[in-house]
């Protein structure tokens, strides 16, 4: 749930932990109180702490979430992203997001059916909710649609029928609207 935090926490943390420590050194070289020059470092470096790791965070953000375009599977590189997208998809247009994301790409409806089957095959029956019960293969209303894929500026799908990936216990999956006529997928995944 906290993974966008990790990396710019580690990066700071050590960024201000160097600081600190040539800060100290630099006192040691100069012959300074090396005490004094340990505490007022630490106590820059604690002040410091929220708005460099906002500021490092910020400029990560905005090269890893955001509207992407790939030719296939293979240039996607992102684990989060890989899990719910099936390795036949192409013209790949992921939008990119902390805790999911949305995506369109083409795929034939029997790569994208034999991927889902693939992927209830693999969890074993632990889906936080069955199969059967979400109802895989019945048209989407457009209500749904619309909500799921708003601020988007994708043309709605003119015939869609909505899978499911299966279900982690904290609500973590995908929903996938096919499109039979132009084998487009319209796709969104949550993750914590």
């Known amino acids: 749930m906290l993974w966008p935090l990790v990396l710019p926490f580690k990066i700071t943390f050590w960024l201000l932990t160097g600081f600190v420590a040539i800060a100290t050194l630099a006192a040691y070289v100069f012959k300074r109180n090396l005490g004094k020059t340990f505490l007022i470092s630490s106590v820059l470096a604690c002040l ?19 509207v992407f375009y790939y030719d296939d599977f293979a240039e996607v590189k992102d684990l989060r992203v890989e899990r719910y997208l099936p390795p036949a998809a192409r013209v790949i247009t992921l939008d990119k997001f902390a805790m999911g ?79 039979p006529t132009s084998n487009t997928v319209y796709q969104q995944a949550g993750y914590w």
């Not at 702490?49 to 965070?57: A, N, R, T, Y």
């Not at 029928?161 to 299966?166: C, D, G, T, Y």
Request: hydrophobic share 35%; proline share 5%.
């Open 101 to 179: 994301h949305r995506a369109k790409y083409t795929i034939s409806e029997t790569e994208l059916r034999d991927y889902l089957d693939q992927l209830w095959l693999e969890t074993d029956g632990r889906s936080a909710i069955p199969r059967e019960e979400l109802e895989d293969g019945d048209a989407a209303t457009y209500d749904e649609f619309d909500y799921r894929f708003e601020g988007l500026d994708w043309p709605p799908l003119e015939r869609a029928f909505e899978f499911h990936s299966p279900v982690q216990r904290d609500g973590g999956g995908a929903n996938y609207f096919f499109d």
């Open 48 to 66: 410091a702490f929220i708005p460099v790791c906002s500021g490092i965070m910020s400029f990560m953000d905005a090269t890893r979430f955001g």
